[in-house]
């Protein structure tokens, strides 16, 4: 399961059923979970811990040390679950002293080729990130979360659950959950992403209160203050809506609006 040009530290762990492909390099401090599956020619660093059952394909750098002149050689590391499938050449950086010291993918996510997560990232479950999209160091990205070709997150924004990223959006605020962000550039809210919602299960009811809340907090021409009451009430009905307001008291930039 090991190919014979592979160079394995004595320190780096493998579980059972490993695959490791040609010339990749697996570093000290390293953990790979049962069943994964790693192509050829990639560099993973420590320390970094990876689940089971991951696909990794050629030439992705994982745990490499963040890209941030503050990091001053710190111990950090990156923290990766099971089962996601992580193309060509993504490259994902171990996290910062400053910054909490660990980057942290969940399970089941995609990355598809050229992806760049930085340093200090904490991304949740079933993500999809497609070709080129990039974030910034200290990102949170909720559950479900769609973000399409050669868009951007700031650092220190936060995307919530279900989210729907636009292709090339410059997303520079924090997203509520079940937003869609479209625009050329800098991304704007458009509506809430009804097409993934009923992918994923939600009925006409749920869905309903989810752009209830929407044309509150966007259409109604309500201060930030004045829309937060009106949710409070309308989460009464909605574990949806609680979940908007959870992410908004949790909000330390600016709300995407």
């Known amino acids: 399961m090991i190919h014979p040009t592979a160079q394995i530290d004595p320190g780096a762990v493998l579980g059972r059923n490993v695959t490791v492909g040609a ?3 697996i570093g000290a401090e390293v953990e790979i979970g049962e069943g994964t599956v790693i192509g050829p020619h990639v560099v993973i660093e420590g320390p970094t811990r990876i689940g089971r059952d991951n696909r990794i394909s050629q030439f992705a750098s994982l745990g490499g040390p963040p890209q941030d002149k503050k990091f001053a050689g710190e111990r950090t590391e ?3 679950g099971d089962r996601n499938l992580i193309r060509e050449f993504v490259t994902i950086n171990r996290g910062t002293g400053e910054g909490g010291g660990v980057t942290r993918i969940g399970d089941d996510n995609w990355l598809l080729a050229y992806v760049h997560i930085a340093h200090d990232c904490q991304v949740g ?5 497609s070709n080129y999209s ?3 160091g200290h990102v949170e990205i909720g559950d479900w979360v769609i973000i399409s070709g050669y868009a951007g997150v700031h650092q220190f924004c936060k995307v919530g659950a279900h989210a729907f990223i636009g292709m090339g959006c410059l997303v520079g605020s924090d997203v509520p959950p079940f937003v869609m962000m479209a625009n050329e550039q800098h991304g704007r809210p458009r509506g809430i992403n009804s097409e993934g919602l009923k992918r994923r299960g939600f009925d006409t009811p749920r869905i309903s209160a989810i752009k209830r809340a929407y044309r509150t907090l966007y259409m109604a021409g309500l201060s ?3 829309a937060r009451a009106q949710l409070e009430a309308q989460a009464q009905d909605s574990d949806d809506v609680r979940e908007m307001l959870a992410f908004l008291d949790r909000s330390e930039r600016s709300l995407a609006r």
């Open 125 to 129: 479950n079933r993500v999809v990130f």
């Open 78 to 80: 990156l923290v990766i």
């Open 23 to 25: 010339y990749s390099v």
């Open 134 to 136: 990039a974030l910034a």
């Open 224 to 226: 930030l203050p004045e």
